[in-house]
């Protein structure tokens, strides 16, 4: 196998005929010209015997071009390709038309028995939801008031309890202000709690 | 070529016979080292027999092979820089009589040949198939899918690159 050396009008001019890389380059490569080994086909072949036959990708199949031997093979992709797509697009449309149909008759057919199932729904949240909020700010008014903001209806029941603690607690002066620094989440209680502490001190 | 492609092992077999010894050799001259280009040769027939489904067919099998070949072999390259090397490079040239000539000469095929592997692509890989794949440059530009101009530029840039890394080794 002859060597072809690398000219520099190759690469259109710009490049030093005595280029100390292509130079550098060009000995390296005359140097290093082994022969293969005699048995490397051999062994590439026995790899190769255990790989399955490689399958075609379709974008490789449709832009391989035609072979000497094989004219027609283009014209006969492209023809199968567009095939393909008539019948895939027939079967779409059959495919909707009969969807369509199913639709028609599984409609008429199903339309009474469907808002008694919807009203049996609508109450049960209704009636798990309302309990629980109830029995929370009970138990968080003396611990925890912050506890309460997070559900949405506790503010229309907390107000009730935390203004009637103020008038007992409101006696002593100190534990007003601690009031006012642990309710801030209910947004009543604190003009209520606050007004009290500064004029009975 | 189109039993080739269709996965026809005795075709295949006559494309490995075809092209074994560009293949070798440009995995030798990347590599440095007989048993690792021979590895390499073998591994990447078999890599192009597995892709054969993907080969598009437009150029030569035998620069679609190459590029193979040398993208494994510098991926080797790496893979072996990574590790320890226990043993110092061996010159491929023919042995000398004097032991220090060939260390010399052992030297400088290492650095032409980190030179080439620490070029950036797209540069390596022109530079790689056109000095030691021995493709030309249409060749090289049909294997790669880009213009020619644009493989003349990388190219000449590749090898302004290299003579500067070059220039910086033999320094050293």
Redesign the interface.
């Known amino acids: ?1 002859s ?2 050396p ?1 000219d520099p009008s ?3 001019g ?2 030093d005929p005595r ?4 130079e ?3 000995r ?2 005359t ?7 005699a048995d ?2 051999d ?3 026995s ?3 255990a ?1 399955p ?5 379709l ?2 199949w449709l ?3 035609p ?1 000497a ?2 004219p027609f093979a283009r014209f006969a992709r492209v023809t199968a390709l567009a095939a393909t797509l008539v019948l895939a697009v027939a079967g779409a449309l059959y495919a909707g038309e009969l969807a369509q149909l199913v639709r028609d008759f599984t409609v008429g057919s199903s339309s009474e028995p469907s808002p008694s199932v919807t009203e049996s729904f609508e109450p049960s949240p209704s009636e798990s939801v309302s309990p629980t909020p109830s029995v929370t700010p009970e138990e968080s008014e003396s611990e925890s008031p912050a506890e309460s903001g997070e559900p949405s209806e506790i503010p229309t029941s907390t107000p009730r309890p935390s203004t009637s603690q103020p008038s007992p607690t409101g006696q002593p002066s100190p534990t007003g202000s601690e009031e006012e620094s642990k309710s801030p989440s209910p947004s009543q209680t604190p003009t209520e709690t606050a007004s009290p502490t500064p004029t009975s001190t | ?2 039993t080739v ?3 026809d ?1 005795d075709a ?2 006559i494309l ?2 075809r092209e ?6 440009a995995c ?2 990347i590599l ?1 080292r ?1 048993h690792d280009a ?1 590895d390499v ?2 591994e990447s ?2 890599m192009a ?10 150029g030569p099998l035998g620069g679609w092979l190459m590029r193979i070949a040398t993208r494994h072999a510098f991926r080797r390259l790496g893979q072996r820089r990574d590790a320890a090397e226990l043993n110092p490079e061996i ?3 023919a042995p000398a009589s004097d032991p220090l000539t060939a260390l010399l000469s052992g030297e400088r ?1 290492r650095a ?2 980190l030179a ?1 592997a620490g070029l950036r692509e797209p540069y390596r890989e022109v ?1 790689a198939l ?3 794949g ?1 493709l ?2 249409d060749a090289i530009a049909t294997a790669t899918g880009r213009p020619l ?1 644009t493989v ?1 530029t990388h ?2 840039r590749g ?2 690159r ?2 500067a890394d ?2 910086r080794e033999v320094a050293a």
């Open positions: 196998m060597r072809s690398f190759e690469v259109g710009g490049l280029d100390p890389a292509v550098e380059l060009e390296y490569a140097i290093a010209t082994d022969q293969a080994p490397l086909a062994r590439v072949m790899a190769v015997a790989e036959t490689p399958r075609r990708g974008l490789a832009t391989t071009p072979s031997g094989r | 070529m189109a492609l269709d996965g092992r295949f077999r490995v016979e074994q010894v560009a293949v070798y050799r030798l001259r440095g007989p021979e040769a073998q027939f078999v027999y597995r892709a054969l489904g993907s080969y598009r067919g437009d010159g491929l040239s095929e032409v040949r080439v530079v056109r000095f030691f021995e030309s440059l101009n003349k190219l000449r090898l302004e290299l003579r070059l220039g």
